[in-house]
């Protein structure tokens, strides 16, 4: 098994959206999963703005 896996647990027959489960080293996460990302232009800009 690699140390990084993927347990599929349900796909949707109307979608075809996928539910599942990512196992990592550190810990597991459900996905599908909204991560947000800030951009080194938003990090500036909420400096900007306190």
């Known amino acids: ?5 993927y347990e599929h647990i349900k796909t949707c027959k109307q979608s075809g ?3 599942g ?3 990592t080293p550190h810990g597991s996460f459900d996905t599908p999963m909204f991560m ?3 951009t ?5 800009m909420m400096s900007l703005m306190n």
């Open 36 to 38: 947000p990302v800030g």
């Open 1 to 5: 098994m690699s140390a990084v896996y």
């Open 40 to 44: 080194l232009a938003t990090v500036k």
């Open 17 to 19: 959206a996928r539910l």
């Open 21 to 23: 489960k990512v196992h």
